[in-house]
């Protein structure tokens, strides 16, 4: 069985024994192959706050999207949960990347004029968020994050600004 194939039957197993409120069938994060760190940030984040907090974790990578989709009918309401008005009352604090500024889990978009900077802003965001440094000397960063960052245009000209 390749590597890649027997971290993903790793991931599975461990995966499945979450969505029944188990551990981790005895299998570890790091027997997870390729997946072993986002699984091992996985495992924190289940052992944590619970079976979302992981499903957060592992939405950033498809292949595992895929095992979690694959399980049980409603698995995939894990990954992209919908809620009453009284739940959503209920939904613990905000977990802000950027205090004050930008929340974990939402979505944004910077726009503007031609030329007017939007590149930069980005790129400054990016790497605060990625280093864990306050963004902009304003806005607190509580710790380093992962960051993916998408060119929509410009792919050359975006390797000169950085």
Not at 22 to 42: S, Y
Not at 89 to 97: I, V
Not at 108 to 120: H, P
Request: proline share 6%; with cysteine.
């Amino acid at each position: 069985m390749s590597k890649k194939k027997s971290g993903l039957e790793a991931a599975r197993s461990i995966i499945r024994a979450w969505q029944r409120d188990e551990p981790g069938n005895g299998v570890k994060p790091e027997d997870c192959g390729p997946w072993a760190e986002i699984m091992t940030e996985a495992a924190r984040a289940f052992e944590a706050r619970g079976l979302p907090a992981a499903m957060r974790v592992i939405s950033v990578e498809p292949e595992l999207i895929r095992v979690v989709a694959e399980n049980a009918p409603g698995a995939a309401a894990d990954l992209f949960p919908h809620y009453s008005l009284s739940t959503g009352l209920q939904l613990p604090d905000t977990e802000w990347l950027v205090y004050g500024a930008i929340a974990e889990r939402d979505a944004g978009m910077i726009f503007g004029d031609a030329a007017s900077g939007k590149t930069y802003l980005a790129i400054d965001l990016a790497v605060s968020l990625a280093a864990g440094l306050d963004w902009m000397n304003r806005w607190p960063v509580e710790r380093p994050r992962r960051v993916l960052y998408f060119i929509a245009e410009g792919r050359r000209k975006f390797f000169r600004r950085v």
